[in-house]
T-cell receptor
Framework: DGGITQSPKYLFRKEGQNVTLSCEQN?????MYWYRQDPGQGLRLIYY???????QKGDIAEGYSVSREKKESFPLTVTSAQKNPTAFYLC??????????????FGSGTRLTVV | SQKIEQNSEALNIQEGKTATLTCNYT??????LQWYRQDPGRGPVFLLL?????KEKRKERLKVTFDTTLKQSLFHITASQPADSATYLC??????????FGDGTTLTVKP
């Protein structure tokens, strides 16, 4: 079955550490996205990529970095510069055609906690 | 500034009634609008998409309307069931291709 896989499900980070969250999709989608969700709030866009080897900053990119070397993969690194990284991180993918009618497919999320 | 507001944080209704959720926006010219369902600890699941030139879209017990003059979308669940209890998110898309999400409304359907 096609889908989008995020790993790990839970991740603990020590102060000053960089950590990388994995996101892989086998839906042949061109576009991929990273969102952050804090308790009781909606999703805020961190980075997005509409094509391989290209990506754009979202609304809250500071302290994060991404790469898009393969169509299937869009890893997110949470750097030590991100001062409040504890949150639920969601990866999504979609066809690049605007208004295609299919919406986004989301992964099951990674819950990151600073210890 | 751009803003998306979903009517209330929580909505409680009785089983069998129609649930109506609201999504209002300001300073956007969305090309289309989407609704998602999110269960606790899970990623959102896509439900429906409606384009700016469409007034209404239906899928089984779900109905979405989109009024670009009022800058509002309404999301209806008819004959609601306890299994419909979840958080519902609206998301706006411009032609730039990225979605901006509201904070969500948590629906509880009581038996």
């Amino acid at each position: 079955d096609g889908g989008i896989t995020q790993s790990p499900k839970y991740l603990f980070r020590k102060e000053g550490q960089n950590v990388t969250l994995s996101c892989e999709q086998n839906l042949n989608h061109d576009a991929m996205y990273w969102y952050r969700q804090d308790p009781g709030q909606g999703l805020r866009l961190i980075y997005y990529s509409q094509i391989v080897n290209d990506f754009q900053k979202g609304d809250i990119a500071e302290g994060y970095s991404v790469s898009r070397e393969k169509k299937e993969s869009f890893p997110l690194t949470v750097t030590s510069a991100q001062k409040n990284p504890t949150a639920f991180y969601l990866c999504a993918s979609s066809t690049a055609r605007t208004g295609s009618g299919y919406g986004y497919t989301f992964g099951s999320g990674t819950r990151l906690t600073v210890v | 500034s751009q803003k998306i507001e979903q009517n209330s944080e929580a909505l409680n209704i009785q089983e069998g009634k129609t649930a109506t959720l609201t999504c209002n926006y300001t300073n956007y010219s969305p090309a289309y609008l989407q609704w998602y369902r999110q269960d606790p600890g899970r990623g959102p699941v896509f439900l429906l998409l409606i384009r700016e030139n469409e007034k209404e879209k239906r899928k089984e017990r779900l109905k979405v309307t989109f009024d670009t003059t009022l800058k509002q979308s309404l999301f209806h669940i008819t004959a609601s069931q306890p299994a419909d209890s979840a958080t519902y998110l609206c998301a706006l898309n411009t032609n730039a291709g990225k979605s901006t999400f509201g904070d969500g409304t948590t629906l509880t359907v009581k038996p």
